[in-house]
């Protein structure tokens, strides 16, 4: 099955930023038409979305934890998406997932992130945030 792949994460003190990239697995892979989002699991608890991005439409989802510290953002020409950091929290530190819904699935991205929701994940890249 195709997946994700993500880059970029590392660590940072607490005030910090960093940012995640993710790209489709296949050009060509009605890439617009699919809601596209972050998700974060620290170690013990359950994954839960931060973000997400329509694609063709302006939809956007953000957590309240991350609201005004997150910036999610797609470029549809290069078939990517990324997740820019700012202001990090020690809470923030876990493992981050990209994720994508099957196609013709942009109206997901309006409301809380469900995982079931989402067809299509990458292995993850840690970000670790130290006080």
């Known amino acids: 099955q195709a997946q994700l792949v993500e880059s970029g994460g590392g660590s940072v003190q607490a005030g910090g930023s960093l940012r995640v990239s993710c790209a489709a697995p296949v050009y060509g892979w009605s890439y617009s038409s699919r809601c596209m989002a972050w998700f974060r699991q620290a170690p013990g608890k359950e994954r839960e979305g931060v973000a997400s991005m329509a694609g063709g439409e302006p939809i956007t989802y953000y957590a309240d934890s991350v609201k005004g510290r997150f910036t999610i953002s797609r470029d549809n020409a290069k078939e990517m998406v990324f997740l820019q950091m700012d202001t990090l929290k020690p809470e923030d530190t876990g493992m981050y997932y990209c994720?994508?819904?099957?196609?013709?699935?942009?109206?997901?991205?309006?409301?809380?992130?469900?995982?079931?929701?989402?067809?299509?994940w990458g292995q993850g890249t840690q970000v670790t945030v130290s006080s």
């Open positions: 994720a994508a819904t099957g196609v013709r699935n942009n109206g997901l991205c309006s409301t809380t992130l469900v995982r079931t929701d989402f067809a299509y």
